[in-house]
């Protein structure tokens, strides 16, 4: 089960869309898992033969559990993991270890439960796995030699997949816990009040010459085939960015890790309530079209309530655009690990100088939140520079 | 391609030496018995002859006197290299080591570069007794200025003197006395000559790292056999320079396996086996599943009689049994 955001810690295995004996391919959908942001599609990383399904349908699972067996393509090496798993329960649920030997003087390592008064020993890499796969290091079960260590945690893991799942919503009732989403956007909301240092830069900017060019460009297509004026948009806020490392990228455990890749988050909101911002990958390497056919895919799943866990957990930095008809500007939220966030207001027509002169231009003030762990408040000036140099010859995006 | 010769580390020393005598005629060797009698573990048999007495000199017995001559000689544009009987008899020329060559270079500003490359055989096993058979590799693997490496196979014993002639600091060869006799591959044609930057992975495994160097390598590597055998797979990292430690290598592995033991035949306290310990505890702690073990010399002056030697000096049996408890079996 993977962690579709830092906040999940469970998610509940609504569908398995591969059978057993199914060839796999990397970034195939396997299974759809439902979270506090909805039905999310697991895609595999791993190349194979889906081999044994290990979670059933309705079945809600802590995060780091193991949903189903991949055989990869080179079958000795897939071998080693498998065995490893499969024999590790075994060795959990023995009832009496067998004595180590010459060791008969040592007083029997006591049956688990860490208390306040015993403490057992824990190596520190059982202690860090049981706490990102959300096993309670109390109901570990010692090894014969009366400490924790990898195995132990493994052991917990395959043990608790059918004995921990609380009782699950019926398969097929799928679709969205609102509430539950809303305590997800505050969980994290919460967190990067908390935890992120905010800066907010803005800049306004003319639009004339994007949506002149958009409307020349619209006139010659047939209107499905028309872009949006976020396409575009979109596309010259990563280009800048790919050029803003400090920008793009994730804060985690005190360590900056800056992406090469742009992927952004869009932030779509959602009916009857609740926002999310799902990644759309390179978006500084794509084309406008596809650019456009990406954003009406999402769009369309994020209604549907079906995501894949890609663009869940990939967003390096998030835009977050206004849309016609709402307000002028957006001081935006930091949606960690990310350390960036870009707000886009409405189009407004204002009184502008050109040429000395004054004229009406439709602009938009877009302000960047960033994080003043990472970057500082020049970074952003210098990447609003960036987009607005861009966004003067869209015929170049 | 080109065919592999197979050699002893005796003569692996040798080559590399007459290599460096024919290809930089700055270089030359001196140190107690390296001419008439062949040196004291004859790596410098026949050179003598062949290179005459000003490249292939004897000194007195003062190890102080011609380490320090060495050290003058190459602040003057030579390349000496100095071969000293053990490590036992450095000792003498420490003053020399750590208060001249090691800060020369430093204390002018880099103006003055300290090029001697200082041989000396090591350790324990050959019934030599306490005053020749100790490890103090880590004494100057403490030292800033020096780089400090330890060929444990053949084809570095032929391989890091060259690249250490390079060096405008000051290298220690450490050669564990026990290496001389044993054979191994080396390159039949080309460049023989190999970095002393980097540990090698000797063999791969993942259930834990053993990690040593010098004389331990082929003790570790027959006990990697041995526990291969109860499905225990170690990797084996050879350190190869112990100043400055390749941290890279170590700590990617024991964050593979997350269990690390270090055969060091120095004593505990003190010792290399400890900095490495400290080192993974300091950036591989949570990585962890077991605490990090060493299999060290017991910690007494080592013993002449045979069995007294073995038991005091790390052993398969000792570093089998460390490896299990390690892995809890």
């Known amino acids: 089960m993977p962690a579709l955001g830092a906040d999940m810690e469970a998610g509940t295995l609504v569908e398995w869309l591969k059978r057993p004996g199914e060839r796999i391919a990397r970034g195939d959908a396997v299974a759809v898992v439902e979270t506090q942001k909805g039905a999310i599609e697991i895609e595999s990383f791993q190349p194979g033969v889906l081999r044994e399904i290990r979670v059933e349908t309705g079945a809600r699972v802590p995060v780091g559990e193991v949903l189903a067996l991949i055989d990869g393509e080179a079958g000795a090496a897939a071998a080693a993991p498998v065995h490893a798993t499969a024999e590790a329960p075994a060795r959990a649920i023995a009832a009496a270890p067998p004595p180590r030997p010459g060791a008969a003087a040592e007083p029997e390592p006591e049956p688990v439960v860490l208390s306040g008064q015993r403490r057992v020993p824990i190596s520190p890499l059982a202690r860090r796995l049981a706490e990102e796969r959300g096993i309670d290091v109390a109901t570990l079960q010692p090894g014969a030699d009366g400490t924790i260590g990898l195995a132990e945690v493994e052991a917990a893991r395959a043990a608790l997949a059918p004995a921990g799942a609380p009782a699950a919503r019926a398969a097929g009732e799928r679709g969205l816990d609102l509430a539950a989403m809303r305590r997800a956007i505050a969980a994290a909301m919460a967190r990067s009040h908390r935890e992120i240092p905010h800066y907010f830069v803005s800049s306004t900017l003319d639009l004339a010459p994007l949506l002149a060019w958009l409307e020349r460009t619209n006139a010659t297509r047939a209107p499905p085939g028309r872009l949006l004026y976020l396409v575009p948009l979109l596309k010259a806020v990563a280009r800048a960015m790919a050029s803003a490392p400090e920008l793009n990228g994730h804060y985690e455990a005190d360590v900056f890790t800056p992406s090469a890749a742009v992927h952004m988050g869009v932030a779509i909101a959602m009916r009857g309530g609740g926002l999310i911002a799902p990644a759309i990958h390179d978006v500084d390497r794509l084309d406008l079209d596809t650019l456009m056919a990406k954003l009406d895919d999402l769009v369309l799943r994020v209604r549907g309530g079906r995501l894949r866990s890609s663009e869940l957990a990939d967003p390096t930095v998030t835009v977050s655009n206004l849309g016609e008809h709402t307000a002028d500007a957006i001081l935006p939220v930091i949606y960690p690990p990310q350390v960036a966030i870009v707000g886009c207001g409405q189009i407004v027509p204002r009184p502008w100088v050109s040429d000395g002169g004054l004229v009406v231009r439709p602009t938009m003030t877009i302000t960047v939140g960033g994080d003043h762990r990472v970057s500082d408040g020049r970074s952003a000036a210098k990447f609003l520079a960036r987009v607005e140099a861009l966004l003067k010859t869209p015929e170049a995006l | ?329």
């Not at chain 2, 107690?32 to 490249?55: I, M």
């Open chain 2, 1 to 329: 391609m080109s065919a592999t010769r197979r050699i002893t580390y005796r003569e692996a020393v040798r080559e590399a030496l007459r290599e460096a005598l024919l290809r930089d005629p700055r270089v030359f060797l001196m140190g107690e018995d390296v001419g008439r009698y062949g040196g004291s573990y004859a790596c410098s048999s026949g050179l003598l002859a062949e290179f005459g007495e000003e490249r292939i000199r004897d000194t007195p017995l003062s190890e102080s006197g011609f380490v320090g001559a060495g050290i003058g000689a190459a602040i003057g544009g030579m390349r000496p290299i100095v071969e000293v009987m053990t490590v036992n008899f450095s000792l003498l020329a420490l003053d020399q080591i750590v208060n001249n060559a090691a800060t020369v270079r430093h204390m002018s500003g880099g103006q003055i570069a300290v090029p001697v490359v200082i041989r000396m055989a090591t350790g324990a096993g050959r019934q030599l007794a306490a005053q020749h058979s100790h490890s103090l590799e880590c004494w100057y693997a403490h030292v800033p200025g020096i780089r400090a490496v330890a060929p444990a196979t053949v084809a570095d014993a032929r391989g890091m003197l060259w690249t250490a002639l390079q060096e405008p600091n000051p290298v220690v060869i450490f050669e564990h006395a026990t290496l001389y006799n044993d054979e191994g591959e080396v390159p039949g044609e080309g460049e023989l000559a190999v970095d002393i930057d980097r540990a090698a992975v000797r063999r791969a495994g993942d259930d834990l790292s053993l990690i040593t160097y010098g004389g331990s390598l082929k003790k570790a590597l027959a006990a990697a056999d041995a526990l291969a055998g109860e499905r225990i797979g170690c990797e084996v990292i050879d350190l190869r320079t112990l100043r400055p430690l390749d941290e890279e290598t170590i700590l990617a592995s024991v964050r593979r396996t997350h269990r690390a033991l270090i055969v060091d035949e120095g004593w505990r306290s003190g010792s290399l086996a400890g900095e490495i310990a400290a080192r993974i505890a300091e950036e591989a702690f949570f990585d962890l599943d077991a605490p990090v073990r060493r299999v060290c010399s017991a910690e007494v002056p080592i013993p002449y009689p045979r069995h007294l030697e073995e038991a005091a000096t790390p052993q398969v049996d000792g570093i089998v049994a460390a490896a299990r408890g390690l892995v809890r079996r």
